[in-house]
Each structure stands twice: as structure tokens, then as C-alpha cells.
T-cell receptor, first 112, second 114 residues
Framework: QKEVEQDPGPLSVPEGAIVSLNCTYS??????FMWYRQYSRKGPELLMY????GNKEDGRFTAQVDKSSKYISLFIRDSQPSDSATYLC????????????FGSGTQLTVLP | GAGVSQSPSNKVTEKGKDVELRCDPI?????LYWYRQSLGQGLEFLIY????????KSGLPSDRFSAERTGGSVSTLTIQRTQQEDSAVYLC????????????FGEGSWLTVV
């Protein structure tokens, strides 16, 4: 079993829909949680960074962490075709960039 | 440059040949990382540099893989006697330190071993 599980999709939604992306994990020591967005043939870019449990909002994006369930989510409101990308969750126990464990990514397509 | 620069962007090589992949991190970033991304897989950590030293080589999959960094800047990842299972995207990233700092990825080197 992988330490971090992420549904690979693909996920296809109409423009304007609310998108929910999720990861589950098994290591209870993880405290730092991140979401990266990766466009086709590009490197991943950091989208959201949260510590411990709770919610964090940034524009149309909301990250949620439920440590009791070992479950994290990324919500995208009013999705746009430009949101079409692969979304990778990542987490670590120390916050150190060299100890990140990544999910395999969910491929999202937002249809105009 | 403004971002992490990697070369070549694409490389097709014959099985058994050696390849070198280059990474030029963001100016001033002391930490540098190599990851591998295979189709349908997450990012797999390979090696981490702080300055010119590599305190963590735990992710290198075999002794065919090696990496060095010179002048606290450019890094080279070398794969000797390439195998078909080495086909992947090799991503380089850098950060201002090895602590809780954002890492910035390059666009990757797409390696295909035929």
C-alpha cells in the first residue's frame, strides 16, 4: 500500500462546476500538506500549503485537512478551462522539502 | 535565469548508453533536488543537495545513477547503461534552503530509452 493514495482520474467537468480532489494517507506523522498543479509537459507549481488540520482559502481554491481521517481535499470553485491540469497532493512530517511524499496526481479537464 | 532550467528537454537514447541531464537552479538557491516522474506515478525523490554536498542520496534507484553539483549551482544527473525502465521525466527543483521553503520545479527532462 502506498503512503499517499490519490485517484488518478481522469476527471472531466463543465466550466463553472465545483471540483473536489482528494488524497488519503497512512502516515499519521504527516503535518504539512501541499497541492501542486502541473500543466502538460511542465513542472509542478505549488498551489496551496497548509499545516495540520483545518481549511485554507485562496481565491477560488480551498484546501481542507482532516488529520483524524487522514484525508485531504482541494476544492476549486467556478472552475475554468485554464484549471485543466494534473493536481498532485504532497505531504511531509517535517515541512522539509526533501522529505515530501507525493500522490500520483489527478488529471482534471474543465470543458468550456 | 528567472526559473529552474533543465536540459535537454527531450532525450531519446539507446539501451545501454549513458545520459547526462543538467539542472541550473534559481540563482541563490542553496538546496537542489532531483525527482523522477513515471507515467501514472507520483514524484519519486532521487537525491538532495545542500550546496555541493549530497546529504541524502537515499532515492537513487541503483548504482547506475549518480549526481553531482559544482559551485553550489549547476547539477548533473548521470544515468549509466540506461535501461528501458529508466524512461521517465526527470525533474529538478530548487529552494532557498532545506527547511520549510517553497520548492520550484523546472520543466523536466523527458527521457526515452529505446
Amino acid at each position: 500500500q502506498k503512503e499517499v493514495e490519490q485517484d488518478p482520474g481522469p476527471l472531466s467537468v463543465p466550466e463553472g462546476a465545483i471540483v473536489s480532489l482528494n488524497c488519503t494517507y497512512s502516515n499519521s506523522a504527516f503535518q504539512y500538506f501541499m497541492w501542486y498543479r502541473q500543466y502538460s509537459r511542465k513542472g509542478p507549481e505549488l498551489l496551496m500549503y497548509t499545516y495540520s488540520s483545518g481549511n485554507k482559502e485562496d481565491g477560488r481554491f480551498t484546501a481542507q485537512v482532516d488529520k483524524s481521517s487522514k484525508y485531504i481535499s482541494l476544492f476549486i470553485r467556478d472552475s475554468q478551462p485554464s484549471d485543466s491540469a494534473t493536481y498532485l497532493c504532497a505531504m511531509s512530517h517535517s515541512g522539509s522539502a526533501r522529505q515530501l511524499t507525493f500522490g500520483s496526481g489527478t488529471q482534471l479537464t474543465v470543458l468550456p | 535565469g528567472a526559473g529552474v532550467s533543465q536540459s535537454p528537454s527531450n532525450k531519446v537514447t539507446e539501451k545501454g548508453k549513458d545520459v547526462e541531464l543538467r539542472c541550473d537552479p534559481i540563482s541563490g538557491h542553496t538546496a537542489l533536488y532531483w525527482y523522477r516522474q513515471s507515467l501514472g506515478q507520483g514524484l519519486e525523490f532521487l537525491i538532495y543537495f545542500q550546496g555541493n554536498s549530497a546529504p541524502d542520496k537515499s532515492g537513487l534507484p541503483s548504482d547506475r545513477f549518480s549526481a553531482e553539483r559544482t559551485g553550489g549551482s549547476v547539477s548533473t544527473l548521470t544515468i549509466q547503461r540506461t535501461q528501458q525502465e529508466d524512461s521517465a521525466v526527470y525533474l529538478c527543483a530548487s529552494s532557498a534552503g532545506q527547511g520549510r521553503n517553497t520548492i520550484y520545479f523546472g520543466e523536466g527532462s523527458w527521457l526515452t530509452v529505446v
